[in-house]
């Protein structure tokens, strides 16, 4: 008596190529919804103290930012590397965000920044107008006559001072100015 063999069914799964697996939305940073808008901000924010200080962990700097390390890497994933077992930040970025710098009636001028090296350098500025306000005179003399993302930045001494009022709520990453954001 010969025993009947049961043919096996090969079962095949629909073949996506990669580039259909891994095809995301883009959506334009100007549609993101407001909630979504102000956690990649902050995911920003957590790249930006990383770089700071090397020795803060990413989990430790996200839970300080109050984001997850989930989404940094949604937001910014080619700004995370491992390295020997841990996630170490990258040395810079060319990730885009709108910052906003004084002009010179005081009002927030928009700044399309393009990178971090963009981005740090816009803080120093600011920085150096606070001191310059302080008193501190010589604090803006390294950004005479010089630009950031073609933006001039306004370092002379007596619009600085008619302007000061302005620049007491004045942020590098918000315009309060009538609202605008």
Known sequence: MARK??????VTRNKVSSSARNN??????????????EA???AL???AALRRDPSLSPTHAARLQGVKLQTIKRY????LKKSKGRLRVTASD??????FVPDAHG???PVNTRSSKERQQLSQYLHDLGRYLRGNRNALSAWHGKQI???????????IKAIEPALSEFSLYRAFNNGAE
């Open 107 to 109: 009002n927030p001028v």
């Open 45 to 47: 924010h957590v790249l």
């Open 76 to 79: 910014f994933p080619s700004a």
């Open 94 to 99: 060319h990730f885009s965000t709108t910052l």
């Open 40 to 42: 990649r901000e902050n």
């Open 24 to 37: 995301k939305t883009i959506v334009s940073l100007s549609r993101l919804p407001r909630r979504s808008s």
């Open 149 to 159: 993302a073609g933006i001039e930045l306004v370092t002379a001494g007596r619009t």
């Open 5 to 10: 063999q049961r043919g096996r069914q090969k």
